[in-house]
């Protein structure tokens, strides 16, 4: 029998207010007298002493039995001069209280709510609380990383600003005058790389004799064009096709976008000042003062017979065989020594020209390298025996010769190619590309500012994310200890009433 009474009661808190019900300790139907209670509380509540002790327990989120035994031990100090000598209190507070506490005994109906409050904190709202405040972590985490991918994001499109800026030659201060500023420079580039095509002499000469010895006759001329910046320079694309200097160059104008006419620069004329003078004019300005002066007006129309009767022979359509028409077709710039238009302009700095020159360039290089190959390879006695009639330009090459040659070949390849040149090339042609490219660089900066302005809103958001976690950390604190504090009071009410046995609420985790 001790044993017996040592034995724990393990109850399911899921099944607490099942249980309560199956063993007679608490009504079906304890809801409907709760709701009675509650009723009474609201109006009791309405007339209180001052205290307060009395005052904390009543600012309480929800009232329950043991706040109002609690209650009535206040009363019973507060209102001791209303007990009459048989034990009972006159005061009607303490009347409302007293009903309060045995309409809670009555069935139980307070084990039965407590345990409802223990289950609704138990199940929903100490995992509800819980998951708002892992979502909170979990956006703080989220927006923290945004904005370190913000930052980082904005870093990198400064970086491929300024990247950029210096494949283009410039800071980045101001785009569009640096860019401008840059095609000032564009003469004094190219003229080192005509300086550069001086030193290709001797390639030229190797490669010509080279072709003329494998063909054994006589062929055309190689890279003329390179022989011509060789002898002439960067000449204009006029004398290039001519062979004559030009004595005028008229280089073409970059087309600027209109300017927008408005009303006030338009120019009326005198529509809008009538000399005042006459005063019956009408708005055109003809004067009715003198209707004689009308007959004076010469409006060139002759009402006269004429002298001579106008016939088809009389007209001279300008068909005479006798003086027949020559038509003469002038070239543009070719005949007054003009230079007009893309003709103009340097070989370098016309399109097709300097496409060409790069041909050539590259046919030279492709040239030198597989001479260079031929060289190093170890001779054989087919090849000694070619090249024993081969010009002395051809037997006296050396590798390292050819070597350097072809580095600066490359070089040259590389300054008319590389991506600064180009751009050059492309603001000296265009004006608008300089637009494109300003607006262009400009949004990699747009873009960067729109990055940082998102990391100060996603900061906003991870602080107001932290605020709500740091305001619902107290409500979860102040719940999980009142659900404690319910586990304690039902285990021992229920101990109780089965001779102090220990109570075990099972799947209480808070």
Not at 10 to 36: E, G
Not at 109 to 130: D, Q, T
Not at 493 to 501: A, F, G
Request: hydrophobic share 35%; proline share 4%; aromatic share 6%.
């Amino acid at each position: 029998m001790q044993d017996y009474q040592n034995l724990p009661i393990d109850i399911q808190i899921s099944k607490l207010q099942d249980w309560l019900v199956d063993r007679r300790h608490c009504s079906l139907k304890w809801q409907n007298s709760v709701l009675t209670i509650r009723e009474k509380i609201k109006a009791a509540m309405q007339d209180m002493p001052e205290n307060e002790e009395i005052g904390q327990l009543l600012s309480g989120t929800y009232i329950h039995y043991f706040h109002c035994l609690r209650i009535v031990e206040i009363l019973k100090g507060t209102e001791a001069s209303t007990k009459n000598i048989f034990g009972r209190y006159s005061s009607q507070r303490m009347k409302d209280w007293q009903e309060i506490l045995s309409l809670y005994e009555k069935d139980n109906a307070y084990l039965a709510e407590i345990s409802s409050f223990l289950v609704r904190n138990v199940s929903y709202e100490i995992p509800s609380l819980k998951k708002q405040i892992a979502k909170c972590q979990q956006l703080q985490q989220e927006y923290g990383r945004k904005e370190v991918e913000c930052v980082n994001g904005a870093s990198d499109l400064r970086e491929k600003f300024y990247t950029s800026c210096k494949k283009y030659g410039i800071t980045g201060d101001n785009i569009k005058k640096e860019l401008l500023a840059l095609v000032k420079d564009l003469p004094s580039s190219l003229g080192g790389m005509i300086e550069g095509v001086c030193s290709l002499s001797e390639a030229i000469e190797l490669y010509q004799a080279c072709v003329n010895f494998i063909c054994e006759s006589p062929s055309e001329v190689v890279v003329p064009m390179l022989r011509c910046v060789l002898q002439k320079g960067n000449i204009t694309v006029y004398e290039w096709k001519t062979g004559i200097c030009p004595s005028v160059i008229e280089r073409p104008q970059n087309e600027e976008p209109l300017e927008q006419v408005t009303e006030d620069t338009i120019d009326w004329g005198d529509f809008g000042s009538i000399s005042p003078a006459n005063t019956e004019t009408t708005g055109y300005g003809i004067s009715l003062d003198d209707a004689g002066q009308a007959e004076d007006i010469d409006w060139g129309i002759s009402v006269q017979p004429i002298a001579q009767e106008a016939s088809s022979d009389g007209i001279d359509w300008g068909d005479d065989e006798a003086t027949p028409v020559e038509i003469e077709v002038v070239e543009a710039g070719s005949e007054d020594g003009t230079a007009r238009g893309p003709d103009a302009l340097s070989l370098l700095e016309n399109p097709d020209t300097r496409n060409q020159f790069i041909d050539e360039l590259m046919e030279l290089e492709v040239f030198l390298s597989q001479r260079l190959i031929e060289t190093n390879e170890e001779a054989d006695v087919l090849a000694v025996c070619q090249f024993q009639t081969a010009p002395a330009i051809l037997q006296n090459q050396t590798a390292d010769k050819m070597t350097t040659v072809l580095t600066t070949v490359k070089a040259l390849l590389d300054q008319l190619t590389n991506q600064k040149m180009q751009h050059l090339f492309l603001i000296h042609a265009s004006p608008r590309y300089v637009d494109r490219v300003t607006e262009l660089l400009h949004q990699k900066l747009k873009q960067a500012d729109q990055l940082l302005l998102k990391q100060q809103v996603l900061i906003q958001k991870r602080q107001d994310a932290l605020a709500e976690q740091a305001a619902l950390e107290p409500k979860l604190d102040l719940l999980i200890q009142r659900t404690k504090e319910f586990q304690k009071l039902i285990e021992a009410d229920i101990s109780k009433r089965y001779s102090q046995r220990p109570v075990n609420l099972m799947g209480v985790t808070v």
